[in-house]
Nanobody, 114 residues
Framework: QVQLVESGGGLVQAGGSLRLSCAAS????????IGWYRRAPGKPRELVAA??????NYADSVKGRFTISRDGARNTLYLQMNSLKPEDTAVYYCHSQYFTTSFWGQGTQVTVSS
């Protein structure tokens, strides 16, 4: 079992920055996959960024603007979001895969005003 707790969402103007955090209940390096998804109103959930076997990958729409990172000492995953756009508005979810089981956080709202 893995508990994931997100924080750091909020309201920001276009061009601004936010950093999301995801605290995990077990060693973050023990997780096969850990990353961030988002769901915007009326749209399907999409992968934003993830770390798989130490390799980071990003959705094309966020490349160059978002950075995923992890802190093993704090068992925390981060998503640094810069140059935010109104289309980044969504609920952001932390996701992990441990063996064959997926775990999800409760989500944190990010709203970018134009």
């Amino acid at each position: 079992q893995v508990q994931l707790v997100e924080s750091g969402g909020g309201l920001v103007q276009a061009g601004g920055s936010l950093r999301l955090s995801c605290a995990a209940s077990r060693s973050i390096y023990s997780l096969d996959v850990i990353g961030w998804y988002r769901r915007a109103p009326g749209k399907p959930r999409e992968l934003v960024a993830a770390i798989t076997s130490g390799t980071s990958n990003y959705a094309d729409s966020v490349k160059g603007r978002f950075t995923i990172s992890r802190d093993g000492a704090r068992n925390t995953l981060y998503l640094q979001m810069n140059s935010l756009k109104p289309e980044d508005t969504a609920v952001y979810y932390c996701h992990s895969q441990y063996f064959t089981t997926s775990f999800w956080g409760q989500g944190t709202q990010v709203t970018v005003s134009s």
